[in-house]
């Protein structure tokens, strides 16, 4: 090979890897992002499910009596009869 050749070659591979180079570079660049993006979509999708298993039990909860009775008596002062209620004093 002639040393226009070697030059040519040389400069061709050179372009090519730097190509290859920042095109790695920027796709490692969007991993990372799309890595952060995909945490904070599973945290979200996290605190959902919990939000989503309270409720469930709150809704167990209210198929008992025994629940309604308790907000009856906190948030209305029933009495059932036959019940004593003792109120302290300050």
């Known amino acids: 090979m ?7 070659f040389f400069s ?3 372009i090519l890897l730097t ?4 095109i ?3 796709n490692v660049f969007r991993y990372n992002k799309l890595r952060v993006q995909h945490e ?3 945290n979200r ?12 039990k709150q809704l167990e909860q209210m198929k008992q009596n025994t629940y309604w009775e308790l907000q009856a008596k906190q948030k ?3 009495v059932k009869p036959g ?5 302290l004093a300050k």
């Open 83 to 87: 019940e004593v209620v003792y109120k």
């Open 40 to 42: 904070k979509t599973l």
């Open 76 to 78: 209305l002062s029933y």
């Open 24 to 26: 790695g570079l920027k």
């Open 12 to 14: 061709i591979s050179l």
């Open 19 to 22: 190509y290859t180079f920042f």
């Open 2 to 8: 002639s040393r226009f050749q070697n030059i040519i």
């Open 45 to 56: 999708y996290q605190l959902e499910l919990a939000k989503k298993e309270n409720f469930e």
